[in-house]
T-cell receptor
Framework: AQSVTQLDSHVSVSEGTPVLLRCNYSSSYSPSLFWYVQHPNKGLQLLLK??????LVKGINGFEAEFKKSETSFHLTKPSAHMSDAAEYFC??????????????FGKGTKLSVKP | DTEVTQTPKHLVMGMTNKKSLKCEQHMGHRAMYWYKQKAKKPPELMFV???????INESVPSRFSPECPNSSLLNLHLHALQPEDSALYLC?????????????????FGPGTRLTVL
């Protein structure tokens, strides 16, 4: 069965400092993994995706994530936070095979706050 | 055109009203989705349309009625809603659809309709 755990419900950083949002997953088969961002009262925007190619994935707005199979992790990082990064972030997993193939499972979300 | 559009942005309705939400995409995507999102929660899947046919209904009450008139358009008809149905309703699409309507590729989301039921 698939599951996603976002290890922090709230992360607060200062502008210009690094961002780390943690995500662990479980999947019976090779997963697709995604990070989405949602600004207040907006829809979800895809930041980046992993679909079994390179394990280090670069996304939009300077974000990147590394797929670590041995640790079942897909943490999201950014070297330097900007005020506009303040938002809710969702880690999402989807099995690429098996009975639950294609079923998107959302984490509970991590709220990122950025202090001036 | 690389976006999903939704109208209206906001909707306030009484429990006896009938209203509709509209979603449109012109990316040639073959799967379209309705999600419901309550405050501070992740989206919850409601319906999936695959090649214009309803393929997944996640046990949604019949007061929500989806419709897919063509490959670019998805509607959600609302009737006799309850105050607890107040939420952000998100539409999404994905390029392909597996048998059964799901896709392991990314979904593209619209901005949502903020629904308030009085």
């Amino acid at each position: 069965a698939q599951s996603v755990t976002q290890l922090d419900s709230h992360v607060s950083v200062s502008e210009g400092t690094p961002v780390l949002l943690r995500c662990n997953y479980s999947s019976s088969y090779s997963p697709s993994l995604f990070w989405y961002v949602q600004h207040p009262n907006k829809g979800l925007q895809l930041l980046l995706k992993y679909t079994s190619a390179a394990t280090l994935v670069k996304g939009i707005n300077g974000f990147e994530a590394e797929f670590k199979k041995s640790e079942t992790s897909f943490h999201l990082t950014k070297p330097s936070a900007h005020m506009s990064d303040a938002a809710e972030y969702f880690c999402v997993v989807s099995d690429r095979a098996g009975g639950s193939q294609g079923n998107l499972i959302f984490g509970k979300g991590t709220k990122l706050s950025v202090k001036p | 055109d690389t976006e999903v559009t939704q109208t209206p942005k906001h909707l306030v309705m009484g429990m006896t009203n009938k209203k509709s939400l509209k979603c449109e995409q012109h990316m040639g995507h073959r799967a379209m989705y309705w999600y419901k999102q309550k405050a501070k929660k992740p989206p919850e899947l409601m319906f999936v349309y695959s090649y214009e046919k309803l393929s997944i209904n996640e046990s949604v009450p019949s007061r929500f009625s989806p419709e897919c008139p063509n490959s670019s358009l998805l509607n959600l008809h609302l009737h006799a809603l309850q105050p607890e149905d107040s939420a952000l309703y998100l539409c999404a699409s994905s390029p392909d659809a597996l048998a059964g309507g799901r896709s392991y590729n990314e979904q593209f989301f619209g901005p949502g309709t903020r629904l308030t039921v009085l």
